[in-house]
């Protein structure tokens, strides 16, 4: 059973930095995509602020463009999510959800969630 492991959230002073990451181990599928989800404590869903799939541009939601930066070591289907110039209102529990490709002839799709972790951007 292939199982995603998110981390790097934390504590941060207004217009620091933090670097989220999430892996999933496995040899028997391949990246296809990623996105990149938060909710605050006022929300009742999880709203889409980036991502990217095999071969294309990432895109990000205005209110993280130019801030937030997706890359990753996609061959070990792992991703990082580089969060700059973060602001109190990013104040959120941030979501992996990483998409996995099999091998032929069933090229099964697996759609992995992360279990979330707490950015606080606060003085």
């Known amino acids: 059973q292939v199982r995603l492991v998110e981390s790097g959230g934390g504590l941060v002073q207004p217009g620091g930095s933090l670097r989220l990451s999430c892996a999933a181990p496995?040899?028997?599928?391949?990246?296809?995509?990623v996105d990149w989800y938060r909710q605050t404590s006022s929300q009742n869903e999880r709203e889409l602020i980036a991502?990217?799939?095999?071969?294309?541009?990432?895109q990000y939601a205005a209110s993280v463009e130019g801030r937030f930066t997706i890359s990753g070591d996609y061959d070990r289907n792992t991703c990082f999510l580089q969060m700059d110039s973060l602001k109190p209102e990013d104040t959120a529990v941030y979501y992996c959800?990483?998409?996995?490709?099999?091998?032929?002839?069933?090229?099964?799709?697996?759609?992995?969630w992360g279990q979330g972790t707490l950015v606080n951007v606060s003085s």
């Open positions: 959800r990483l998409r996995l490709l099999g091998e032929a002839p069933a090229y099964e799709l697996l759609d992995l």
């Open positions: 496995t040899n028997s599928f391949s990246f296809h995509m």
């Open positions: 991502g990217v799939t095999t071969g294309g541009l990432p």
